[in-house]
């Protein structure tokens, strides 16, 4: 069995694509708090190496987020 036709119906496919979509959406929304929490809601500010460490989980679960849902809603399939 092919991994991107789910023949039995099983949908494992669209779970575990579900599943990196959750990841990443968790990773940019966790993130972001932490760097918008000091300037706009009046928490204290993260020092220059943890708020640069953040921006980099942002970048990446954006990146996380994006791949997992356009292969979750076949984005580009042709299909």
Do not use: E, H, N
Request: glycine share 16%.
């Amino acid at each position: 069995m092919r991994f991107r036709t789910d023949t039995r119906g099983l949908g494992v496919a669209k779970l575990f694509f579900t599943l990196v979509t959750s990841v990443g959406l968790g990773l940019s929304v966790g993130t972001s708090f932490l760097i918008v929490r000091g300037p706009f809601l009046g928490g204290p500010s993260l020092d220059p190496f943890p708020m640069m460490a953040a921006l980099a989980v942002f970048v990446a679960g954006i990146v996380v987020l994006t791949w997992g849902s356009t292969r979750l809603f076949g984005v580009g399939t042709g299909a």
